[in-house]
């Protein structure tokens, strides 16, 4: 049984494979958050998902008891910055929203713990990838969450 038997109604021509739908462009233009600049945001934050990931695994398992404070951090980051790839490559409007709450709560947490390795050195014997604002990564830590920040309301506006 098609569709049409059921409602009742005359079945309509087939689209022409030349004629685009108008709306599409459009939506897939506003929605789609990893391309153009969006993918060098994907790239960014694929790299540091991999290199804070990679560190903190290496970190618990050779000497956890060394700082555990500043290892789990770092798998946090870690966990954070996968969220958000995976939201920017996925795309849509609630993963924009995802990634955008994700990318204030990054830059809370390298704003608070680069204040606190400042204030208190002594509280993280060793560094995370937020430590010092990410001096350990050119920065790159406190300016990827304001660069996605934007990108994503920028995004949203489109």
């Given at each position: 049984m098609s569709d049409t038997d059921r409602?009742?109604?005359?079945?309509?021509?087939?689209?022409q494979p030349d004629v685009p739908?108008?709306?599409?462009?459009?939506?897939?233009?506003?929605?789609?958050?990893?391309?153009?600049?969006?993918?060098?945001l994907v790239w960014f934050y694929g790299v540091f998902t991999v290199a804070a990931?990679?560190?903190?695994?290496?970190?618990?398992?050779?000497?956890?008891?060394?700082?555990?404070?500043a290892y789990v951090l770092s798998a946090v980051a870690a966990v954070?910055?996968?969220?958000?790839?995976?939201?920017?490559?996925?795309?849509?409007?609630?993963?924009?929203?995802?990634?955008?709450?994700?990318?204030?709560?990054?830059?809370?947490g390298v704003l608070i713990v680069g204040?606190?390795?400042?204030?208190?050195p002594s509280a993280f014997p060793d560094s995370t990838v937020w430590s010092g604002f990410g001096m350990g990564y050119l920065l790159i830590p406190v300016i990827l969450p304001v660069t996605g920040m934007i990108w994503l309301r920028r995004v949203r506006n489109a």
């Open positions: 409602t009742g109604k005359p079945a309509s021509p087939a689209p739908e108008q709306n599409a462009p459009r939506q897939k233009q506003q929605f789609d958050l990893g391309t153009g600049p969006g993918r060098v990931a990679s560190r903190s695994i290496v970190e618990m398992i050779l000497d956890f008891g060394k700082a555990p404070l954070v910055y996968g969220f958000i790839t995976y939201s920017l490559v996925r795309g849509g409007e609630k993963a924009r929203r995802a990634a955008l709450v994700c990318c204030a709560a990054e830059l809370a204040t606190w390795t400042l204030l208190e």
